[in-house]
């Protein structure tokens, strides 16, 4: 049994988004250190760094999503996990920086957006006995075939809670620029109030309805093997927000939040024909081509069917690519952009009426356009004209009584 505490540390982009920034993570590292326990670090690329490379390739081609693409993105991380060790060094601390491959994180094959299969933990518990800081590289992994794969956009903070699991440990601490995770997003809501606590469940809904403090399949990750995350400064030394099981939480209320995503299309397809087969159809070629569907509304007119579902605005021209392609000249596919997502999340709603009441009144009294409309058991969410979108986000926050004094 070793008498020092291990914690998995993840640093966003914006924490080590330039060298002073890389040298005060390096001192709270040292600190952290000197206080007993042994971090494992997880970093992500110096802030801004991944979306340059992202528009690098797509100058070439907007469409390519193959492993050259990966190894392109996951260079970022390379750059900063170097410089982080190279500070830890000059602070009389050992470190060592470790790509994906040297670790063992083993992925499938699927480019862009590979899923963790495996972590090797041997190495990482050698390092640590031996009081050498590891600095991985958040964010990639390598399939089966031996390439590098990356793991979506914001996927470093899912590498550091699959290390976290991997090493069988119960907490895993994400740093970042923000001090906690908030009721809503404090640029569009100015009463956002920081919230101490909250359910695996609402942080998983939060991010699949557009939330980017945490990729969603890091949620995931810690929902399945009880790895209680926190959230919190990477500036500030004070607590932030813990996100743990709905049963171990003091309360929950009925709505925790507001979360908006301002990237979202609808794409409509207006003179579709009837039936059932040419839905099964659309849909099966965009499961396909690994499009993700959010909201879906369908409806008859005369002698055709309308069909229009929302998707994040990084699939646009491969939906249009494959609609195009499988419903041919005769249909009309169209997509607008001028759109935003809105959802209020909360797990007290499940044994709650009136929410959506609630929300269809803010909606109503503030003449918000609505597209389309879904729920779930903790949420209510809404594809909205996107000029009110902080309208819709101030008025539900204040209605469902989240705005801060
Ligand atoms: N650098 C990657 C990105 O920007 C991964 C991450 O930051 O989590 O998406
Ligand atoms: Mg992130």
Redesign the pocket.
Known sequence: MSEYQIMVKKF??TSVGSIERIEAVADRLVSDYHNGQRPVVVA??M?G???RLVNLANDINPRYRGPAYDML?AS??QVSISLLSIALEKRGVKARPMLAYQLGILTDSLHSKAKIHSIKTDKLRGLVDEGIIPIIA??QGMSEEQMIT??????????AVAIAAAMELDTCEIYTDVPAVCSADPRLVKKASELTELSFSEMMEMASLGSRVL?HRCVELAAKYKVKLHVRSTFETREGTWIMREEDRLENPVVTAVTHDASTVIIRLLNLPLGTEVLSTIFTALAEGEVMIDIIGQGQANEFQRLSFSITEEDLHRTLDICKNVLGNEVDVAYDKDVAKIAVVGVGMRNHPGVAAKFFQSIHEHKIPIHLVTTSDISISAVIGREKLQDAATSLHQSFGLDQD
């Open positions: 966003g982009g992500s690329a802030s760094e991944t979306n993105l970022g991380e958040g964010f990356t793991l979506g956009r914001g996927g470093s903070d899912t590498s990729h």
